[in-house]
């Protein structure tokens, strides 16, 4: 059965302090991987699309990987703002997108 | 365009009542999804218009829930008979028909069933 790990489940760390967040699937046909930041009260916000192994994107300080297997969301320097619960998603098909629990990220001053 | 808009943003209601709840797309985007989220998980597909059409509606969607897309513009989920277990943050999201788009998904309506 398809499927989308996310870990940790939470992540604390202090300003500065750069890391990776992990998302592991297993998902037959992948027709793209999709990061999104949720703030408390809100809907999921659009970050990336990653299509094939080997692909990066960047925003600001985050980049995004993608390996066969997982994809990683490296955080560098992360400020206070970055805090928030980052999700990873897999696409099947046109219309089926399938989250993960998501990471849920703080960010200490 | 404002983006995707969902009203009401939070409802409380009693069990066994029915409720629905509107979501207004981005006007040049012809996708409209609909998901569920309870707390600490992530967003759970609903169901899935093109234009008008319903295309997909997933295995866990009771029949008690129906969606409408009348005319490919806004939409509305409806939950008949509700029960505790509905309590969830509905989503609403659209997209554009391209490849590269993630979705763009409103606030959400947040059901509390008592």
């Known amino acids: 059965e398809d499927q989308v790990t996310q870990s940790p489940e939470a992540l604390r760390l202090q300003e500065g302090e750069s890391s990776s967040l992990n998302c592991s699937y297993t998902v037959s046909g992948l027709r793209g991987l999709f990061w999104y930041r949720q703030d408390p009260g809100k809907g999921p916000e659009f970050l990336f699309t990653l299509y094939s192994a080997g692909e990066e994107k960047e925003k600001e300080r985050l980049k995004a990987t993608l390996t066969k297997k997982e994809s990683f969301l490296h955080i560098t320097a992360p400020k206070p703002e970055d805090s928030a619960t980052y999700l990873c998603?897999?696409?099947?098909?046109?219309?089926?997108?399938?989250f993960g629990a998501g990471t849920r990220l703080t960010v200490k001053p | 365009d404002t983006g995707v808009s969902q009203n009401p943003r939070h409802k409380i209601t009693k069990r066994g009542q029915n409720v629905t709840f509107r979501c207004d797309p981005i006007?040049?985007?012809?996708?409209l999804y609909w998901y569920r989220q309870t707390l600490g998980q992530g967003p759970e597909f609903l169901t899935y218009?093109?234009?008008?059409?319903?295309?997909?509606k997933s295995r866990l969607l009771s029949d008690r829930f129906s969606a409408e897309r009348p005319k490919g513009s806004f939409s509305t989920l409806e939950i008949q008979r509700t029960e505790q277990g509905d309590s969830a943050m509905y989503l609403c999201a659209s997209s554009p028909d391209l490849r590269d788009y993630g979705y763009t998904f409103g606030s959400g309506t947040r059901l509390t069933v008592v």
């Open positions: 218009f093109q234009n008008e059409a319903q295309l997909e």
């Open positions: 006007s040049e985007h012809n996708r």
């Open positions: 998603a897999v696409k099947r098909n046109n219309n089926d997108m399938r």
